[in-house]
């Protein structure tokens, strides 16, 4: 497995592909990251066409069993964030 791309190799890599600085480019990913947190946070979802979309959802509350005693517990009912991979970047990578 090949190791993931740091921080600042990305925007390296992005700035020498757009032919910006590392400060716009470090700037505008800043940007799109708070973005997408607003969105999500206030709207429930935020999408990035051809790489997926981050969506709030509501878990109900349901029974689960404690590993170590087997004693059957409740868990309550929470809001979670998961990112739905977009059909064009399955295609891609698979």
Same mark, same amino acid.
């Given at each position: 497995?090949?190791?993931s791309? $740091?921080?600042?190799?990305?925007?390296? =890599?992005?700035?020498e592909? $757009? !032919? &910006?600085? %590392?400060?716009e480019v470090?700037?505008?990913?800043?940007?799109?990251? @708070? @973005?997408?947190? /607003?969105?999500?946070?206030?709207?429930?979802?935020?999408? =990035?066409?051809?790489? !997926? %979309?981050?969506? +709030?959802?509501?878990?109900?509350? #349901?029974?689960? #069993? /404690?590993?170590?005693? !087997? *004693? @059957?517990?409740?868990?309550?009912?929470? @809001?979670?964030l +998961?990112? &739905?991979?977009? +059909?064009? *970047? +399955?295609? *891609?990578? =698979?």
């Open positions: 497995m090949s190791k791309m $740091s921080k600042s190799q990305l925007h390296a =890599l992005l700035a592909k $757009s !032919g &910006r600085s %590392k400060k470090s700037d505008f990913l800043d940007l799109l990251v @708070t @973005t997408a947190y /607003n969105e999500a946070k206030n709207g429930g979802e935020f999408s =990035l066409p051809g790489l !997926g %979309k981050l969506v +709030k959802k509501h878990r109900a509350a #349901r029974q689960g #069993r /404690n590993p170590a005693t !087997g *004693a @059957t517990i409740q868990i309550p009912a929470k @809001t979670v +998961k990112f &739905r991979v977009a +059909k064009a *970047a +399955k295609d *891609a990578i =698979l």
